[in-house]
């Protein structure tokens, strides 16, 4: 079951220290930088991280099935103004199930995640933004972006800048 829509590095971080078992469905991850051409790098070691998986059947984000496994060793800072600064070493791993095909991201901080009342949700670096089919808000993708992006109130894109890389074509 999905539990939370949209849930960036912190959320996640968060979500991750609470339930290690729980990885949220639509999340933003904050600050990969492997999958892009000429942006590759090897994942950061995460001591003691805590690792979360979570599986999607075929069509929940791509055409088939998807692993996203994580491992988190991240700090979260609250800067008293509506923003959480994320940083320390994150790891996540994006499987086709169908294939074996794998991907890992260097997802490590420092992202900045914002919201608030009169705030759009923004978050900057780059991200691995997901929108389950189940969201029925769209299309389902899975999705590598560099720079900012910004959210409505329902957390599908309102905008964003940098480059898009689909990771569902990536992994098929």
Request: charged letters at 10%; aromatic letters at 6%; glycine letters at 8%.
């Amino acid at each position: 079951m999905i539990k939370v829509v949209i849930a960036t590095t912190a959320a996640l971080s968060m979500l991750v220290r609470r339930n290690s078992s729980l990885l949220s469905a639509a999340a933003v991850l904050a600050s990969v930088a492997v999958i892009m051409p000429g942006v590759a790098g090897a994942a950061p070691a995460v001591p003691k991280g805590e690792t979360a998986t979570q599986d999607f059947p075929a069509g929940e984000l791509c055409a088939f099935p998807v692993r996203l496994t994580t491992v988190y060793g991240q700090t979260t800072h609250n800067t008293g103004q509506g923003d959480t600064l994320v940083t320390g070493p994150f790891t996540a791993t994006v499987t086709n199930l169908t294939t074996g095909a794998t991907e890992t991201f260097n997802i490590s901080g420092p992202s900045l995640f914002r919201t608030g009342p009169d705030v759009p949700t923004v978050v900057t670096g780059p991200n691995l933004v997901l929108q389950p089919a189940s969201r029925n808000v769209g299309p389902p993708f899975l999705i590598y972006t560099t720079g900012r992006v910004a959210f409505t109130p329902n957390f599908t894109i309102a905008s964003r800048t940098g480059n898009v890389t689909d990771v569902c074509a990536a992994l098929s």
